[in-house]
């Protein structure tokens, strides 16, 4: 049985590339491969039943966001960061969303906030399913449309390098589903001060939501 256990491609228009970088991204995030460990292409080729070609390609393309690293006389490793380094990201994250959440709230269309408004709709049904993984993702999506109505897609694409490197840290957990509901009350609050262009409340929160994913991780990386 193969090590990874992701699954074989099946072979359609796009590019096989892209599909091999998305799954091997996926893997990364769901920790099926795990900081540290050592991946080959030969392995990789094997699971997919793909080429070398896409798979070298994506793996470098992988390197690039700092998910995997290439060690010279070692190969390609599953990106490990030190606790220095995480500090250093989270910091930089810090200071990059306050600035993408200063623009979205000078620039944000009735549009993404449509989007935002059903983004919340889908995480308050999750909430009352109590389906603590799925409220996690809409709210990635939720931050992520937030940083887009920036109106900075270079500034978007630094933040996702950054998450990148801590996104296998960050998955939110709650004791309660009374802090489900808190949590999904944060996001309702979120979206009530950009609309009204509320930059004080909108910034509290956001430091919050950063902090509180910067207590998961310092849990995580002591353990």
């Known amino acids: 049985m193969s090590r990874l256990q992701i699954g074989k491609i099946k072979k359609d228009r796009e590019c096989l590339r892209s599909i091999v970088f998305k799954k091997l991204q996926q893997a990364i995030y769901t920790e099926k491969i795990k900081s540290g ?3 080959t292409e030969r392995e990789i080729v094997k699971e997919f039943g793909v080429s070398r070609t896409p798979v070298r ?5 992988l390197t690039t966001t700092g998910l995997i690293k290439f060690i010279p006389d070692k190969g390609f490793v599953i990106g490990k960061l030190t606790a220095k380094e995480i500090k250093n990201v989270m910091e930089t994250r810090m200071a990059m969303e306050m600035f993408a959440l200063r623009l979205a709230i000078q620039r944000i269309k009735p549009k993404e906030i449509k989007n935002l408004n059903l983004l919340l709709s889908k995480m308050k049904r999750a909430v009352k399913d109590k389906d603590t993984a799925k409220v996690f993702h809409i709210s990635n999506s939720f931050h992520n449309q ?3 109505a920036s109106g900075n897609q270079e500034l ?5 390098l950054l998450n990148n490197k801590i996104y296998h ?9 009374n802090e489900l509901e808190e949590y999904f009350t944060e996001h309702e609050k979120m979206l009530n001060a950009l609309i009204n ?5 909108a910034h509290k929160l956001a430091k919050k939501s950063i902090q509180r994913v910067n207590s998961i991780i310092n849990r995580k990386i002591q353990k």
Do not use: G, P, W, Y
């Not at 998955?171 to 589903?177: A, H, K, L, M």
């Open 37 to 39: 460990e050592k991946i």
């Open 146 to 148: 937030i940083i887009l």
């Open 156 to 160: 978007f694409n630094f933040i996702q």
């Open 169 to 177: 840290f960050r998955n939110v957990s709650f004791s309660t589903s």
């Open 57 to 61: 390609e994506a793996l470098c393309m």
């Open 197 to 201: 262009k509320d930059e004080e409340t």
